[in-house]
């Protein structure tokens, strides 16, 4: 094999992440200005791509200084039983509990990302979706902002820890209280009588 035939080529078709981003504060804060957004980033496949507010240990930094200083680490690799490129994540914050799918991850626990996920740490929401690809040595990013949240549109929503009141047990205990201002009604039918 010669030397031509092993070096990834531009027509090489790259493997995208695809990465979406919410806040529920991003109309008004400028969270995401350093962001390539809209536009395909390629990375080399064994650089880890890392999200954070540092600059200069991160990839890409968000502006906003409740982020931690590294926040996460995406980590692209293969297997042996699959030809295409893979991804793990992993929280990189001690403060921070990063969640993917709803699984919750602690300081440098990682975890492998399925084709389509939701990741959240403090009020950011994260939609992630791989796109395959052939090359592999390298792969691409594209950063997006969305106007809803990415839970909303996937069903994703989180369970609040606010109780809901049953209307229905309400009712029932209601109308009982009211049965039993009246005293008993039953009858017994070998008495003949009402009690």
Do not use: W
């Not at 496949?45 to 409740?66: S, V």
């Not at 069903?155 to 009141?165: A, F, K, W, Y």
């Amino acid at each position: 094999m010669d030397a031509f035939q092993t070096i990834e080529t531009e027509e090489d078709l790259l493997t995208c992440l695809h990465i979406k981003f919410y806040h529920p504060q991003q109309c008004s804060k400028g969270f995401y200005v350093s962001l390539p957004l809209g536009s395909r980033e390629r990375h080399s496949a064994d650089d880890p791509l890392r999200l954070g507010r540092d600059a200069q240990a991160c990839t890409y930094t968000l502006k906003d200084a409740r982020v931690s200083r590294k926040q996460l680490g995406i980590h692209a690799y293969y297997t042996a039983q699959n030809p295409d490129m893979l991804f793990s994540i992993q929280n990189l914050s001690q403060r921070a509990k990063l969640t993917v799918n709803g699984s919750a991850l602690g300081y440098l626990e990682r975890t492998d990302l399925p084709d389509k996920a939701l990741i959240r740490f403090g009020e950011y929401e994260m939609l992630i979706i791989r796109e395959p690809g052939e090359a592999k040595a390298s792969f691409e990013v594209e950063f997006e902002v969305l106007k809803v949240p990415p839970s909303r549109e996937t069903c994703t929503c989180e369970l609040s820890g606010t109780p809901v009141m049953d209307t229905e047990s309400h009712m029932i205990n209601h109308i009982s209280a009211e049965f039993s201002a009246l005293g008993p009604l039953e009858t017994d039918e070998s008495l003949g009588g009402h009690f």
